[in-house]
C-alpha cells in the first residue's frame, strides 16, 4: 500500500482542528496531541504516512523529538516542523542535522502550507516509488544468486558422484522450501557484480571441498539403517524407527540462504553430500517437533525442475 496520509502532531486542539480542515482536502490526516501519542500513531499507522508535521514547542518533549524518532524508524516519511518565527533558529538546527525536510512557520500562510504540503506529498510518491524499484531490483538479485547457488551444487554433486545429483539436488530444493528457506541476505552497498561472483565461485570450491570429504567420510553404502545411523552420527538427531528426526532447520537451507560472502563450513555440507551419498533416496518430512528424513522413492524429474526450483526459491514460493 502506498502512503498517502499526513499526521499533524500539536498539543493545541484548535491547531489540529483547523490544519485538518484546511488540509483534508489534500490528503487524509491524522492528529496527535503529544510527542508520546505520535509515537503511538506511528506504530500503528506508519506503513500509511506519507508527511509528518510537528509543533516544536509542546509540553514534555520537543517536536524534533519525534522528528529524530520517525527518521530512525519510518524514513520514508517526509518530516517537517512548525514553529513561531521567535523558534526559527531550532527549525534551522533540524533541517542542518537532516531531521526534517523543511519547516512552517506560524502563522500559517493558507496557499503556501498547502503548496508546502503538496510538494511534501510528492516527494513522499517519489521516494515511495524509488523504494519499490529498489526492493524490485534487490529481489531480482537475490534470485539470481539462488539460482546461481543451485547451478554451482549440480555441477558440484554431479562432479562427485554422477550417479544420481539430479535426484540429491532436489532432495535438498524440497527440504529447503518445506522448512521455509529465506532468500539470501546481500549488501548491495559492499558487493558489485563482479566481487559478489567471485566469493560465490570461491564459496563453490570451498563446499566441493567439503562435499568429497563427507562423502569419503561416510564410507561405504550400506542399508537404510546404517544410512540414517551415519547421518545421525555427522549432524545429530535422533533416529525413530525408519526415520532420523532432525529439531532445527539450519542443516537444511545452510547452502542456499547464508548470507553472500560467508565462508561455508563443514557442517554445512552434510546433508548434500549425505544425499549425493544416498544418491536421493530420502526425503524430509514435517513432524510434530521438527523434521523426520525418511526413506523415499526415487522421483520421477521432468526436464526443467531445476528450472522450476531456480524460480520458486529466488521468489520464496
Not at 509542546?58 to 530512525?72: C, D, S, V
Not at 547457488?149 to 540429491?168: H, K
Not at 523434521?291 to 520421477?300: F, G, H, L, M, S
Amino acid at each position: 500500500m502506498k502512503p498517502e496520509k499526513i499526521l499533524y502532531v500539536d498539543d493545541e486542539a484548535i491547531a489540529l482542528k483547523y490544519f485538518e480542515r484546511l488540509v483534508g482536502p489534500l490528503a487524509p490526516v491524522l492528529t496527535a496531541i503529544s510527542v508520546e501519542e505520535g509515537r503511538a500513531v506511528l506504530s500503528v499507522h506508519g506503513a500509511d504516512i506519507a508527511v509528518l508535521v510537528c509543533d516544536q514547542r509542546m509540553p514534555g518533549e520537543r517536536g524534533n523529538e519525534l522528528l529524530r524518532h520517525a527518521r530512525q524508524h519510518y524514513p520514508h516519511i517526509v518530516r517537517m516542523l512548525t514553529t513561531a518565527y521567535s523558534e526559527i533558529g531550532e527549525a534551522i538546527d533540524a533541517i542542518n542535522t537532516g531531521e526534517i525536510y523543511r519547516y512552517i512557520a506560524k502563522p500559517w500562510e493558507l496557499e503556501g502550507l498547502r503548496a508546502d504540503l503538496k510538494n511534501a506529498l510528492e516527494l513522499a510518491a517519489l521516494r515511495n516509488e524509488r523504494d519499490e524499484l529498489m526492493r524490485d531490483k534487490l529481489l531480482a538479485q537475490q534470485s539470481r544468486l539462488v539460482s546461481g547457488r543451485l547451478g554451482a551444487l549440480l555441477m558440484i554433486g554431479a562432479a562427485i558422484d554422477p550417479a544420481a545429483p539430479d535426484q540429491a539436488l532436489n532432495r535438498l530444493v524440497q527440504a529447503a522450501r518445506l522448512v521455509g528457506a529465506k532468500e539470501p541476505q546481500v549488501d548491495w552497498n559492499r558487493w558489485d557484480h563482479a566481487d559478489l561472483q567471485q566469493a560465490e565461485a570461491r564459496r563453490g570450491a570451498a563446499i566441493a571441498l567439503h562435499l568429497r570429504s563427507w562423502t569419503e567420510r561416510f564410507g561405504t553404502r550400506s542399508d537404510d539403517a546404517h544410512a540414517l545411523a551415519q547421518l545421525a552420527g555427522a549432524l545429530g538427531g535422533e533416529v525413530r524407527g525408519q526415520a532420523l528426526h532432525i529439531g532445527r532447520p539450519q542443516p537444511f537451507t545452510a547452502l542456499l540462504t547464508a548470507p553472500a560472502g560467508a565462508a561455508p563450513v563443514a557442517e554445512d555440507a552434510i546433508w548434500l553430500a549425505w544425499l549425493l551419498w544416498t544418491q536421493g533416496r530420502f526425503a524430509l518430512a514435517a513432524g510434530s517437533d521438527g523434521w523426520d528424513v525418511v526413506p523415499a522413492a526415487a522421483a520421477t524429474l521432468p526436464k526443467d525442475w531445476l528450472a522450476d526450483a531456480m524460480e520458486r526459491l529466488g521468489t520464496g514460493s
